[in-house]
């Protein structure tokens, strides 16, 4: 009797996160005999050092444009075309910039297996003045496909190095929730599940926000108390904000876990966002500037979000309810000194009187 065909996992994305997302869940496939060994991940190709990115890759087994030092495992294939890369896959995991997904979903679109499942490790949401859509509605409503979301205090280089952290997954189906922390569960990268799969997505999209405040107050030199001050009305801000769009869908309790006040520390004490906005204020470069200086090919997500989110509030009328959100905003987008940042910061959040959406 034939045995039934295992599952397959792709990763769209080779960035610092995709690669090091690579390296976990090519070990831990090796382990799972439900799953094929091999994973492939989907590379936009570039050309480094005379050769195509996808060879050394393959050949290296690193990436040595956006992981260098740390090697992928051998069952870790990386290819051009990401038709290819979903092609028989059961598990797609998506790891791009939030800007580009559509783009990316519209080319494999028709090309997916109709029982696979994805999961979203983007830290972005798409906010306007009608309204939002996460990064799983996005997948979902293009490749119509059950989708996941993971998010948490996760910088990708120290998770490379396997220094013990945690991450949220996101997830309605409770069996599919342990076959996604089965991928990704390490004994330095501890994984809980839950269910609140838009929470895990707001979190991880609201706090970059938080994070380029952040670096405001330290390229001002302004010391910690008044970092703390920042978070602080930042968390709440982030709460308010995900509370007021969702309708109250979002689980409090989700902003105690990894993906929520774990995130908002780690990002604002070591992440990019908070580096570049620091910079942004020492040098007075603009953040499109120093993103092509300093990223070395990434993608700054909390000047992008801050806009967005922005456009949001400003068309339902309520930015006297986030004053850090719209002050960053503003530092961003309109010249703003930095030091305006404190303008207006005098939010009773006790009393929120802030209602939601229908």
Known sequence: MASAPKNKVCILGSGNWGSTAARIIGSNVKRLPDFDDDVKIWVYEEIVDGKK???????????????????????????????EAVKGATHIVVVIPHQFIQNLLDTVHGHTLPNARAISLIKGIGISNQ????????????????????????????????????????????????????????????????????GVEFCGALKNIVAVGAGFIDGMGLGNNTKAAIIRIGFLEMRRLAMHISGARIQDSTFMESC???????????????????????????????EQELLNGQKLQGYLTAGEVHSYIDGCGITDHF???????????QNKPPHS???????DFSRDTLGQTQ
């Open 260 to 290: 929520g006040i774990a995130d908002v520390i780690t990002t604002c004490y070591g992440g990019r966002n908070r580096r570049l906005a620091e910079e942004f204020v020492r040098t007075g470069k603009p953040m499109s500037q120093l």
């Open 53 to 83: 990115l996808t060879d050394i890759i393959n050949t290296q087994h690193e990436n040595v444009k956006y992981l260098p030092g740390h090697r992928l495992p051998a069952n870790v294939v990386a290819v051009a075309d990401a038709v």
């Open 323 to 333: 004053p850090l959100f719209t002050n960053i905003y503003r530092i961003c987008y």
């Open 341 to 347: 940042i404190f303008e207006g910061l005098n939010v």
């Open 131 to 198: 309204g939002m859509t996460t990064m799983t509605q996005i997948i979902h409503r293009t490749l119509t496909i059950p989708v996941s979301s993971l998010s948490g205090a996760n910088i990708a280089n120290e998770i490379a190095e396997e220094k013990y952290c945690e991450t949220t997954i996101g997830c309605s189906d409770p069996d599919e929730a342990i076959v996604w922390r089965s991928l990704f569960n390490t004994p330095y990268f501890r994984v809980n599940c839950v269910s609140d799969v838009i």
